[in-house]
């Protein structure tokens, strides 16, 4: 559906060749040291600021800097495993905050051991500079998402094709070296700066891509590397996004069938597909006319995608969904679309570095009628997201810049690595992982049997959080015969929430408030 993008530094160059990545070892000059100063929130008072210029080129380590924000938590304990680098995914997600929350959440005997550092990736958030290509981009209420008229696809081509433009206006010369390679070599720029010799990593949704790139081209320098929710390699980026909309329409069927067991609460009847039906029926009113101004089809969309992404969500999206089907009552749809809305969660920022780092990363369909027959072919097998996820990634069928060869992420070179995956994952398939334990040799993947949410460990999931815990503290990974190593039940489902507002789900579950969206 979305992916997201990140950091990484040497002036030893990475050549991408042929579709692979050689791993070239860090020569560099170290970085000038970081200054700490304090920057501590209610929720994380222990977090510490710095930044750290990096070549914009790392072919070229003393043309012109660019700057990242980096956040810590520093270690406690006496002797020390050195940093943890940790990533929320995106591309284009912030993961200073993310620093605290990892530290907070991770036993303290495992925190205590690691300077915990999260950083915001070249273009996003605190990071000099920051990309925003079209202010209000998304400024509802947009074009309805599936094409039914001629109008409507000129319409969503329209902003697609001027979006692109804008970015390549107003950043020609960021485009080129906002790429999940030039991410990666960031990172290892923080690495030497931090005066470490190795690195640990901990990344969700398009993180593990990211650190996969960064173990690629660095290997040696990786201690522990912990990848949850993860991105298929061979797909990036266009055939993932088709993938992603079976697993989309999948969870939104999860929904529909979890309000059914419910329906003394919601009454919306015991039958998911008639249930669905009324959904449908929903989606082409507010295509006709959006409630109160401000939520139509498109806005729809992106409301009950996030329940995709976490079924914390479940109750208020059924509740919204409720009031309007029984009374036409919109008030609890618009407050939903505010709360959780999916394009709220990086705000502009975010799907500017998204937009550039995956168009940039590998090729994608050029030709328009291409895009056209898939988008098609997706609506008729999935239908509640394929044309809003088309839109959304539509810009790089128009991209300024050209693209990189995809990366080759394969490695035998690593020490062994940890792997999370849901089964009913939406944002990151499956197969995705399983994929990624056979690339990255002595690697480990522990499955949330029947979980469907993303970004699964430090969520509440006690057996996942021991394998994360033992790993981290002693490097012990489980061995396994199967296509898994280790398998965990999956947490509860929700039960139905009345009065309160949706983002009391954030709330409940940090995490999935600081992933945001789009993997």
């Given at each position: 559906?979305?992916?997201?993008?990140?950091?990484?530094?040497?002036?030893?160059?990475?050549?991408?060749?042929?579709?692979?990545?050689?791993?070239v070892?860090?020569?560099?000059?170290?970085?000038?040291?970081?200054?700490?100063?304090?920057?501590?929130?209610?929720?994380?008072p222990?977090?510490?600021?710095?930044?750290?210029?990096?070549?914009?080129?790392h072919?070229?380590?003393?043309?012109?800097?660019i700057?990242?924000?980096?956040?810590?938590?520093?270690?406690?304990?006496?002797?020390?495993?050195?940093?943890?680098?940790?990533?929320?995914?995106?591309?284009g997600?912030?993961g200073?905050?993310?620093?605290?929350?990892?530290?907070?959440?991770?036993?303290?005997?495992?925190?205590?051991?690691y300077?915990?550092?999260?950083?915001?990736?070249?273009?996003?958030?605190?990071?000099?500079?920051?990309?925003?290509?079209?202010?209000?981009?998304?400024?509802?209420?947009?074009?309805?998402?599936?094409?039914?008229?001629?109008?409507?696809?000129r319409?969503?081509?329209?902003?697609?094709?001027?979006?692109?433009?804008?970015?390549?206006?107003?950043?020609?010369?960021?485009?080129?070296?906002?790429?999940?390679?030039?991410?990666?070599?960031?990172?290892?720029?923080?690495?030497?700066?931090?005066?470490?010799?190795?690195?640990?990593?901990l990344?969700?949704?398009?993180?593990?891509?990211?650190?996969?790139?960064?173990a690629?081209?660095?290997?040696?320098?990786?201690?522990?590397?912990v990848?949850?929710?993860?991105?298929?390699?061979?797909?990036?980026?266009?055939?993932?996004?088709?993938?992603?909309?079976?697993?989309?329409?999948?969870?939104?069927?999860?929904?529909m069938?979890?309000?059914?067991?419910?329906?003394?609460?919601?009454?919306?009847?015991r039958?998911?597909?008639?249930?669905?039906?009324?959904?449908?029926a929903?989606?082409?009113?507010?295509?006709?006319?959006p409630?109160?101004?401000?939520?139509?089809?498109?806005?729809?969309?992106?409301?009950?995608?996030?329940?995709?992404?976490?079924?914390?969500?479940?109750?208020?999206?059924?509740?919204?969904?409720?009031?309007?089907?029984?009374?036409?009552d919109?008030?609890?749809?618009?407050?939903a679309?505010r709360?959780?809305?999916?394009?709220?969660?990086?705000?502009?920022?975010?799907y500017?570095?998204?937009?550039?780092?995956?168009c940039?990363?590998?090729?994608?369909?050029?030709?328009?009628?291409?895009?056209?027959?898939?988008g098609?072919?997706?609506?008729?097998?999935?239908?509640?997201?394929?044309?809003?996820?088309?839109?959304?990634?539509?810009?790089?069928?128009?991209?300024?810049?050209?693209?990189?060869?995809?990366?080759?992420?394969?490695?035998?070179?690593?020490?062994?690595?940890?792997?999370?995956?849901?089964?009913?994952?939406?944002?990151?398939p499956?197969?995705?992982?399983?994929?990624?334990?056979?690339?990255?040799?002595?690697?480990?993947?522990?499955?949330?049997?029947?979980?469907?949410?993303?970004?699964?460990?430090?969520?509440?999931?006690a057996?996942?959080?021991?394998?994360?815990?033992?790993?981290?503290?002693?490097?012990?990974?489980p061995?396994?015969?199967?296509?898994?190593?280790a398998?965990?039940a999956?947490?509860p489902?929700?039960?139905?929430?009345?009065?309160?507002?949706?983002?009391?789900?954030?709330?409940?579950?940090?995490?999935?408030?600081?992933?945001?969206?789009?993997?």
């Amino acid at each position: 559906m979305r992916t997201r993008a990140a950091l990484l530094c040497a002036a030893a160059a990475a050549a991408v060749l042929a579709g692979s990545v050689t791993a070239v070892p860090a020569q560099a000059a170290r970085p000038a040291g970081l200054s700490w100063k304090k920057c501590g929130t209610g929720d994380y008072p222990r977090l510490q600021c710095a930044s750290l210029k990096v070549p914009l080129d790392h072919a070229r380590p003393s043309g012109r800097q660019i700057t990242l924000a980096l956040s810590r938590v520093p270690h406690t304990a006496r002797t020390s495993q050195g940093p943890l680098l940790v990533n929320p995914g995106g591309p284009g997600g912030s993961g200073l905050t993310l620093a605290g929350f990892v530290a907070s959440e991770l036993p303290k005997s495992v925190a205590a051991r690691y300077d915990v550092i999260g950083f915001d990736p070249r273009g996003v958030g605190r990071s000099r500079p920051a990309l925003d290509c079209v202010p209000g981009h998304f400024t509802p209420v947009r074009p309805v998402s599936v094409p039914a008229t001629p109008a409507l696809e000129r319409a969503n081509l329209d902003r697609a094709r001027s979006f692109a433009a804008a970015c390549g206006r107003r950043y020609a010369d960021l485009l080129p070296y906002l790429d999940t390679v030039s991410a990666a070599k960031d990172l290892d720029a923080v690495r030497r700066a931090l005066g470490a010799s190795r690195i640990s990593y901990l990344g969700y949704s398009y993180g593990t891509y990211l650190g996969a790139v960064y173990a690629k081209l660095f290997p040696k320098r990786v201690h522990r590397l912990v990848l949850d929710s993860i991105v298929d390699p061979t797909g990036v980026w266009y055939r993932d996004n088709l993938g992603q909309d079976y697993a989309f329409d999948d969870r939104h069927r999860a929904l529909m069938a979890w309000i059914a067991r419910y329906d003394t609460t919601y009454r919306l009847g015991r039958d998911p597909e008639r249930i669905g039906a009324r959904w449908y029926a929903m989606r082409t009113a507010l295509a006709k006319k959006p409630a109160r101004g401000e939520v139509g089809a498109a806005e729809l969309e992106d409301t009950f995608m996030p329940g995709a992404y976490f079924n914390g969500y479940w109750p208020y999206l059924a509740e919204a969904f409720a009031a309007y089907v029984h009374r036409k009552d919109t008030g609890p749809l618009v407050k939903a679309y505010r709360d959780i809305a999916a394009v709220d969660a990086s705000g502009d920022n975010g799907y500017s570095v998204y937009t550039a780092v995956q168009c940039r990363d590998a090729p994608w369909p050029r030709d328009w009628n291409r895009w056209r027959a898939d988008g098609w072919d997706m609506h008729a097998k999935a239908p509640m997201m394929a044309w809003n996820n088309a839109w959304y990634n539509a810009p790089c069928a128009f991209w300024p810049t050209g693209p990189r060869r995809q990366v080759d992420i394969a490695n035998k070179a690593l020490p062994p690595a940890l792997l999370f995956q849901a089964t009913d994952d939406a944002a990151t398939p499956y197969a995705g992982g399983v994929t990624v334990h056979r690339l990255l040799a002595r690697s480990s993947l522990v499955v949330e049997e029947g979980g469907g949410n993303h970004g699964i460990t430090l969520s509440g999931n006690a057996c996942l959080d021991k394998h994360l815990a033992a790993y981290l503290g002693s490097g012990r990974v489980p061995r396994g015969a199967g296509p898994a190593d280790a398998v965990c039940a999956k947490s509860p489902d929700p039960k139905p929430v009345k009065g309160r507002s949706a983002s009391t789900a954030s709330r409940g579950s940090t995490l999935h408030g600081l992933l945001g969206f789009r993997p």
